[in-house]
């Protein structure tokens, strides 16, 4: 009886923190999201309120308005779509090359695309606008993808996640007749499901977030993406409109949580199975 009272309070205490915990990470995004409703007396009377008296969808259509939100919107999903599909064909060839095949300076190569984790984007920033401007491609959507395709992060997590599946079901398949790609296309890929849709959804993100590529490659209005879109929200609203500027945030921030959403069912499923060995 004491043991299952205890067990009962553990689970309450533990219960009870989650809820704090998130209630912590959604503050932001639920403030944001209150304000975007608020028309700007309200935002600014004392004391602050934080349930809209009403829902005030000017804000919503002024943020669209404004800055040509729907192109920017566009930009930057054709980016990310390009970019999610881009480094998952090269990730997947190359981790399967890693992982599967024997070759001279294997290793080296292996540690000399490790080694460009250790280099921020800001260090990369100038050499690399140099080389894509000599191409002439600065201000184009393949200036935009091009220094995002390939992914040091994406081929040393597929290359680890083809490490656990066993190679006695390569060998297996090569005894049928199965090539090297046609074990790759109708074996790996399809157990590779919840790794797939893990790398799909970061590098979604990767690029839908970033910001300082896209400012520094693109200089015209019509290329430019959603979160310039933020700010340029940030600047072009007369004395600081956070309603007009967190309407804009909250659209911005929706394709992500569709996205994640799509994918939940394949990070529950990765999680459920995972440590299984075969």
């Not at 009962?8 to 998130?22: D, G, Q, R, T």
């Not at 894509?132 to 993808?145: F, K, R």
């Not at 839908?208 to 600047?235: C, H, R």
Request: aromatic content about 14%.
């Amino acid at each position: 009886m004491r043991k299952s009272r205890k067990d009962f309070l553990n689970k309450l205490f533990i219960h009870l923190l989650l809820i704090v915990i998130s209630f912590i990470v959604l503050m932001p995004i639920l403030l944001a999201l209150s304000v975007s409703f608020q028309p700007r007396d309200q935002i600014f009377s004392y004391p602050p309120s934080l349930i809209p008296e009403r829902l005030y969808f000017d804000n919503y259509i002024n943020a669209w308005n404004l800055v040509n939100l729907d192109r920017l919107l566009l930009n930057s999903l054709f980016a990310s779509i390009i970019v999610m599909f881009g480094k998952l064909a090269l990730g997947v060839l190359s981790g399967y090359a890693f992982s599967h095949f024997e070759f001279k300076y294997k290793k080296t190569l292996f540690f000399a695309i490790l080694f460009t984790l250790m280099l921020p984007m800001q260090v990369r920033v100038v050499p690399l606008f140099v080389f894509v401007s000599n191409l002439g491609l600065a201000n184009t959507y393949s200036g935009l993808v091009l220094p995002f395709l390939a992914s040091a992060t994406t081929t040393f997590l597929m290359r680890q996640h083809f490490l656990t599946i066993p190679k006695s079901l390569m060998e297996s398949a090569q005894l049928d007749g199965c090539g090297p790609f046609r074990f790759l296309f109708q074996i790996l890929i399809p157990l590779s499901g919840p790794a797939l849709a893990g790398l799909a959804t970061v590098n979604f993100l990767v690029m839908w977030n970033a910001y300082l590529w896209p400012l520094i490659i693109l200089n015209s209005d019509e290329m430019k993406v959603a979160q310039q879109g933020v700010k340029m929200l940030f600047t072009s609203a007369s004395e600081r409109d956070w309603g007009l500027i967190m309407a804009g945030t909250i659209i911005v921030v929706i394709p992500t949580i569709i996205v994640f959403l799509l994918a939940q069912k394949f990070f529950v499923k990765g999680i459920a199975t995972q440590g299984i060995k075969e």
